[in-house]
């Protein structure tokens, strides 16, 4: 059974530039989250897709979007980056049962 | 919004003891409660989880339990390896109404001494 793919697994972007970053979840699974790892803020919730409509968002700017398309595969984009983002971005897969299932990450580093 | 603390940040034991790690939440409306383990370089693995309609559950030598009423709940590892080490981290989430927002302690770094 496959897991949850993200891509790409490492970035490196330059400041005001956008970014968009991949999840594939679990077959079967239509609920993908977003979340931002620092070592300063730990893992925060960004947004949950949930058949392709957004049915949660955490406290982050409008830079940070997302969408999830009809297969359930979802992209987060992040705009106008800052240093600040520099950041492990990760996705989660779930039935919508609360059982979430992470990927790798794609580790975003903004110079 | 939910806030979830949780104790130590970080516990060192030799192995074949045991571990314990504590969270606490202040959302009294959330009712679910996982708990990851994140190793170097890769995503949180889920390890076990708890619901509120039930007090304790155990996969091996991994157990949690939930205290709905004081809103804490515990990680127990017993018989500690070495291939335990690494950062665990507790998380809350309300599923009644929709949602799998899932609000995150500051994790703790275990190590297992040999």
Redesign the interface.
Known sequence: KAGVTQTPRYLIKTRGQQVTLSCSPISGHRSVSWYQQTPGQGLQFLFEYFSETQRNKGNFPGRFSGRQFSNSRSEMNVSTLELGDSALYLCASSRGDGEAFFGQGTRLTVV | GENVEQHPSTLSVQEGDSAVIKCTYSDSASN?F?W?KQEL??????II?I?SNVGEKKDQRIAVTLNKTAKHFSLHITETQPEDSAVY?C?A?R?TG??????????TQLKVEL
């Open positions: 679910y996982p990851y370089g890769k995503g949180p693995q889920l989880d619901r981290f998380a989430s599923l929709g949602g799998n927002k899932l609000t995150f302690g500051t994790g």
